[in-house]
């Protein structure tokens, strides 16, 4: 199947793992980045005549896909990686998703409002970025020296969703232990070899995915550090074993309290912490990278594509 691929491409993560999950199934893909090139999407579309276009959460991309349509007989699907508060908060993709055969998301609260605007709504979890995000290839004593801590945080803390973490983050700043952060107000954001790095010789990684009241619905971080080997804290929500099975990760805490009690638990419990860390890498490399997130909306499509 050839896949027209409308996805940022230049900051080297979703849009390639995408690319490298299609391709990884067999199938052959033309990419445009979405946020630098949108304009380029219906040129390309008719050079290269594709079964399939995938888009990304890029407004511009409803007129590009309006002409496609017009002139190529190719399915149009969305995967939202990401969630908000409620849908409104989306109404600038409306146009976008309405033009969409398909229409996935990675929350599971939403999808009855979202089957208003689109009634082919999937809930499609994250996943793992697999070709990037593993055991780091080798760790210096440099990187011990950096990355070493007793937990490790890489995020966001101040905008929409976030804002909630930040009772949590003063509250392990408030304990006597060796806490490290990145990502926020100067420090740096880490991704790739150094993210796998920092996530391995952090012995807890919080996660606190944002938006908890949409259910069902985890950040890519948590994929991320399973993924290269860390032992994983995540905020309690519910629909959480729908998504992590038991014994891969931890996530029963929803207070202040409850944070500090689990991180002092694991702290004192290595061997626990690194069998769950050691379940979680397995799980997720076996049952939940990119390739199987593709894998499954082709299967929720295929009465519809030439696969």
């Avoid at 969409?100 to 409002?113: A, G, L, R």
């Avoid at 499609?124 to 990355?147: A, C, F, H, M, W």
């Avoid at 626990?272 to 397995?282: F, Q, T």
């Amino acid at each position: 199947m050839k896949v027209l691929l409308l996805f940022p491409m230049a900051d080297g993560q979703t849009g390639p793992a995408i690319k490298y999950a299609f391709e990884k199934l067999g199938h052959k893909v033309e990419a445009v980045d979405a946020k630098l090139n949108p304009r380029k999407s219906h040129f390309t579309a008719i050079h290269f005549e594709p079964d399939l276009i995938f888009c990304s959460r890029t407004k511009e991309l409803a007129d590009q896909v309006r002409l496609i349509k017009l002139v190529i007989d190719a399915k149009v699907c969305m995967w939202n990686v990401d969630t908000r508060t409620n849908i409104a908060e989306w109404k600038h993709l409306f146009p976008l998703i309405k033009l969409c055969d398909y229409h996935f998301i990675v929350d599971s609260k939403t999808i009855p409002e979202w089957r208003k605007i689109n009634n082919n709504t999937f809930w499609v979890s994250q996943g793992l970025q697999n070709e990037v995000y593993k055991k780091p290839l080798t760790i210096t004593d440099e990187d011990r020296k950096k990355y070493s801590c007793d937990v490790g945080w890489a995020g966001d803390i101040d905008s929409g969703g976030h804002i909630f973490r930040r009772s949590f983050i003063k509250a392990v700043k408030s304990m006597d232990i060796d806490f490290k952060v990145w990502g926020r107000k100067g420090k740096s954001k880490i991704y790739n070899e150094e993210h796998n790095k920092m996530v391995s010789l952090s012995k807890i990684n919080l996660a606190m995915s944002g938006w908890p009241e949409n259910e069902g619905y985890v950040s890519v971080r948590d994929y991320k550090i399973l993924g290269a080997g860390g032992f994983l804290l995540e905020l309690d929500r519910k629909r959480i074993h729908d998504i992590f099975p038991v014994g891969t990760m931890d996530h029963y805490y929803h207070s202040s309290e409850s944070f500090m009690e689990r991180i002092r638990f694991y702290l004192i419990n290595p061997e626990l912490r690194k069998s769950r860390a050691d379940n979680g890498y397995c799980w997720v490399r076996a049952n939940a990278t990119y390739t199987h997130r593709i894998k499954e909306m082709l299967n929720i499509m295929k009465g519809d594509l030439k696969c």
